[in-house]
């Protein structure tokens, strides 16, 4: 499985395209990311949210259900090269100590799941069989509801 990093949140025009094993050891062993990632939690934690949004926008940033096309001048539907066959959930929380990480990581539908960005929630992988952009809404739309009900 592969899918496009972008050298920021906001960038139009792709890195890269990076296997999800990349994308693995990237999280397990950090990176020059890493820096950008405790210093935005740490402005989080003392209440400076414009400041943590202001430097998680520098973050790197991937597809996570997809891969765009070569050249593709941004991130829109149009440039999407094919899908990868994951959705991603991204779920944050004010509050962490609510969020049932060991019970989503044990969830059989839970290929991957790390800490979000802020740290106060998590990114959750799901294969699925989605197979086009027609059925992608519907296919996250299922994933979302099942996971939200936890």
């Not at 402005?43 to 520098?58: F, H, M, P, Q």
């Not at 944050?92 to 790390?114: Q, R």
């Not at 989605?130 to 009900?149: G, H, T, V």
Request: hydrophobic share 35%; aromatic share 10%; proline share 1%.
């Amino acid at each position: 499985m592969t899918f496009t990093l972008f050298s920021h949140v906001k960038a139009k025009v792709a890195d890269m395209n990076l296997t999800i094993d990349q994308y693995i050891s990237i999280v397990k062993n950090g990176g020059s990311h890493d820096k950008v990632i405790y210093d935005a939690r740490s402005l989080l934690e003392r209440g400076n949210v414009k400041g943590y949004k202001e430097l998680k926008e520098t973050a790197k940033a991937i597809t996570g259900s997809c891969i765009i096309k070569d050249g593709a001048k941004s991130r829109s539907a149009e440039n999407i090269d094919k899908l990868n066959g994951l959705m991603l959930l991204d779920i944050d929380t004010a509050d962490n100590e609510h969020l049932p990480y060991d019970l989503l990581k044990s969830d059989p539908h839970t290929y991957i799941i790390h800490r979000s960005f802020s740290g106060k929630g998590c990114v959750i992988f799901v294969k699925t069989s989605c197979k086009s952009l027609d059925q992608y809404k519907e296919y996250y739309q299922a994933c979302a509801n099942y996971y939200f009900k936890k």
